[in-house]
């Protein structure tokens, strides 16, 4: 199953696919608002304005998986994220992210990608998911990996722009 086909609803809940993000590098991370970790939004924020041109994005999608970190309505959500942390990169409607009930795009990237001695399970919030310009996951980041650290290996991948 290619990553681009996976159904997501929008934080505005309208059904779109990945589609639009062929040929750009994505990191996807799962969000809570509540979270300690959130502190993090405004580093994925940073990430998402520095290299949005050559070919990346952010891809947030809250869950309320762990400790009931994210709030219950989606337009609450959206709202506390662009108050709270400044973000203007793409959100998605709440999910579950792991058991029965995750998402398929999160049982992919789990399947992709396995987490600590080669775990699917995602352990908490802010559990971030490298994808490659051709939808390959190519590396997991847990919690505690800031946007600063992981900032590196987005560079690696991103178009830099040529110089006349």
């Known amino acids: 199953m290619s990553i681009y086909n996976i159904d997501v609803n929008t934080i505005k809940g309208e ?3 990945l589609a639009p993000y062929k040929g750009k590098v994505m990191l996807i991370v799962n969000t809570a608002t509540k979270c ?3 502190t993090q939004f405004k580093g994925l924020q940073k990430l998402h304005d520095t290299y949005s041109k050559q070919g990346f994005a952010v891809l947030g ?3 309320s998986q762990f400790a ?3 709030l219950s309505d989606d337009s609450k959500v959206a709202e506390a994220c662009e108050i709270n942390f400044g973000v203007s990169f793409p959100l998605y409607a709440k999910i579950d992210v792991n058991g029965s009930t ?3 795009l999160f049982q992919h990237l789990t399947n992709e990608a396995r987490g600590f001695l080669g ?3 995602i352990k908490w919030n802010f559990t971030k998911f490298l994808v490659d310009q051709n939808g390959k996951v190519l590396k997991r980041f847990g919690s505690k990996d800031t946007p600063e650290q ?3 290996h987005i560079q ?5 722009p040529t110089h006349a």
């Open 119 to 121: 775990s699917k399970s």
């Open 15 to 17: 059904q779109q696919t």
């Open 68 to 70: 009931n970190q994210e």
């Open 102 to 104: 995750a998402h398929p």
């Open 156 to 160: 690696k991948l991103v178009r830099v």
């Open 61 to 63: 999608f809250p869950s």
């Open 150 to 152: 992981i900032e590196k």
């Open 36 to 38: 300690g970790f959130a």
